[in-house]
């Protein structure tokens, strides 16, 4: 073999090593990568693909009606109604919609709705595909909260999960964010995501949580911003205590937004496609 061959084929061996482990490093990469970990919880358990026109299936939902007679504990200025005009199902989505009209000693209406006492469940995946209203005032979210024990237990003690909170006027942006004892209210533990040159209000995205008894992974379009676990945490880590129910509903005003303003346009509507519930595959 003569050396111009020789160095070829060396050539082309180490071009072909080379391309194996730049290969290698790359599956290695996408098996670690973040945004792969969403596919640890599988088998679906629970969902709602809001496929029937009308109230939403009461097998799963029930209501919070009123104003909590204190703002829901967070100065909001909405009565929560199950009437159709808050809430209803078209078109293979929920609908709620938050309305200007007085109501019941109170000048805005809209709904919120929860599985406790139907749907309860401890640890998996909870996701939701929804686009969200926008407007100075506005407050959407879905979020998880831990069974009460029939009222012999108190918020933030039953611990509460925020998978997507949102205010209206910062349309590109939402945040989760955990609440308990010791670390609730203006003390909780939250991080924001940033939509990059786009806005949540303009369509729809997959808002999600992983929790596991030592973890709880947020993501936002299978993308994973953020883990929270108990050394994250100042006080007590409440999330293995038992089963938390799902809540959606569309908050105007409270001590977060603050008040609608004369630019806050109404109605304002939170389509909600599908909520889904996995567990982990065995």
């Not at 709620?96 to 640890?123: D, H, N, P, V, W």
């Not at 939402?174 to 990059?196: A, N, Q, R």
């Not at 205590?241 to 939170?270: C, K």
Request: aromatic share 14%; charged share 20%; net charge negative.
């Amino acid at each position: 073999m003569n050396k111009k061959h020789t160095y070829k084929m060396r050539t082309k061996t180490l071009f072909l090593m080379s391309f194996l482990m730049i290969s290698f490093f790359v599956i290695s990469s996408c098996e670690t990568d973040e945004t792969q970990t969403v596919a640890t919880f599988t088998e679906l358990i629970m969902a709602d693909e809001f496929d029937t026109d009308g109230a939403p299936n009461s097998t799963i939902w029930g209501y919070d009606i009123g104003t909590g007679e204190n703002g829901w504990g967070n100065n909001e200025l909405q009565y929560y109604t199950d009437r159709t005009e808050n809430v209803t199902v078209q078109n293979g989505v929920l609908i709620i919609t938050a309305k200007q009209e007085e109501f019941e000693q109170s000048s805005y209406t809209s709904a919120r709705l929860l599985t406790k006492g139907k749907f309860e469940q401890t640890y998996g995946r909870f996701e939701a595909r929804i686009r969200l209203p926008y407007g100075q005032g506005i407050w959407p979210a879905f979020w998880l909260l831990g069974d009460d024990s029939n009222g012999t237990e108190v918020w933030p003690q039953i611990g509460e999960i925020d998978i997507m909170e949102y205010l209206g006027n910062e349309p590109s942006k939402i945040f989760g964010t955990v609440h308990g004892p010791g670390y609730s209210g203006g003390e909780s533990i939250s991080k924001p995501y940033v939509l990059e040159n786009d806005r949540f209000d303009t369509g729809f995205h997959i808002f999600g949580i992983e929790w596991a008894p030592d973890y709880i992974n947020y993501y936002v379009d299978n993308v994973l911003y953020n883990q929270i676990t108990p050394d994250d945490v100042p006080g007590e880590w409440v999330f293995n205590r038992g089963p938390f129910y799902i809540i959606l509903n569309v908050a105007v005003g409270g001590q977060l937004p603050g008040s609608p303003n004369a630019e806050t346009v109404f109605p304002q509507t939170m389509l909600i496609d599908y909520v889904r519930v996995y567990s982990r595959s065995n």
